[in-house]
């Protein structure tokens, strides 16, 4: 099975976006558009293609829908006010509009069937909302953690074991969060030690550090630099700051000597930090210390979004 993301946005008919995932939501199903020039339903691809390929120049999304997509696959989309949903395929590809979709003048029309959950927005892996940012249609979530997660979270939307999830590999915290969840972690750790994260200095062009810290009190600044994986950290690299350092790798590979102007936070800090913060930290980080927890054969106990 495969983990995707779907954007819902209509280009070809006069209806508006919100009109448009209103009627995937009426109608358990999310798609894309390049229409016939009548209502048809058609589940044989060969007849499909053959007429709109003469209408449309560019068939690649749907070729790629027919394709890819299966019974039991799982989707991520979004609506207009930014609000998150996990979808479960029912079907594969199929072309079909209803008389309601046309009279709306909905660009939907090559389409799977779906039954569709909405997820509270911090129940969302960062990795995922991530990849809501390239424009393409639909795209696969070639993420191993996020597709363990996400099978997880619908077993939980539904109440039903209906995936075994692998644990293998993701029995550690940090292999579940993603760079972003990473940095969120240790920035929320800061802040609590009373130290103030300057917003727009968090850039993706900052390649020596992740955000700029300032310290109320006593007006100090500090840089901040987060790596996962096995990335290293090189504490000679940050020596000649006017700033203090902090870093955080979070497999603890740190090389150089050790310097009065650098910290090295542990992982042991990061991990008390967190379980004793579950109360008011996102709710993603307490969602992922109970995959992890969570046995292949149990049942969840309750549905939690």
Not at 43 to 62: F, G, K, M, P, R
Not at 140 to 158: C, F, H, R
Not at 245 to 259: D, K, P, R, T
Not at 272 to 290: E, H, N, Q, V
């Amino acid at each position: 099975m495969y983990l995707f993301r779907i954007h819902i946005r209509p280009s070809g008919g006069t209806a508006d976006a919100k009109t448009t995932f209103q009627y995937c939501l009426d109608n358990s199903l999310l798609g894309v558009g390049w229409r016939l020039n009548e209502y048809r339903h058609i589940v044989d691809w060969t007849e499909y293609e053959a007429s709109a390929s003469q209408i449309h120049d560019d068939l690649n999304t749907c070729r790629y829908m027919k394709k890819w997509i299966s019974e039991g696959d799982l989707f991520w989309t979004r609506d207009t006010e930014g609000e998150y949903y996990l979808s479960r395929a029912l079907s594969g590809w199929e072309y079909w509009q209803s008389q309601d979709g046309i009279d709306l003048d909905v660009d939907i029309a090559n389409i799977f069937r779906c039954d569709i959950r909405k997820v509270e927005v911090d129940s969302v892996p960062g990795k995922v909302i991530a990849c809501f940012r390239p424009a393409r249609t639909l795209q696969e979530i070639a993420d191993p953690k996020s597709l363990e997660y996400s099978k997880n979270l619908w077993n939980q939307l539904v109440g039903e074991l209906i995936y075994e999830v692998d644990h293998q590999g993701i029995a550690d915290i940090f292999t579940m969060l993603d760079d972003e969840e990473t940095e969120d972690l240790v920035f929320l750790y800061l802040q609590s030690q009373s130290w103030l994260v300057v917003p727009n200095s968090r850039k993706v062009d900052t390649m020596s550090y992740e955000y700029l810290l300032v310290d109320a009190k006593t007006n100090e600044k500090a840089k901040v630099q987060v790596k996962t994986g096995h990335v290293p950290l090189n504490i000679d690299d940050y020596i000649n700051s006017k700033e203090k350092v902090f870093l955080f790798q979070a497999n603890e590979i740190y090389q150089g000597s050790a310097h009065e102007n650098v910290v090295c936070i542990t992982r042991q800090v990061i991990v008390d930090f967190l379980m004793g913060s579950l109360s008011w930290l996102p709710g993603i980080f307490a969602k992922k210390l109970a995959l992890i927890s969570t046995s292949l054969t149990s049942l969840p106990k309750s549905v939690t979004a």
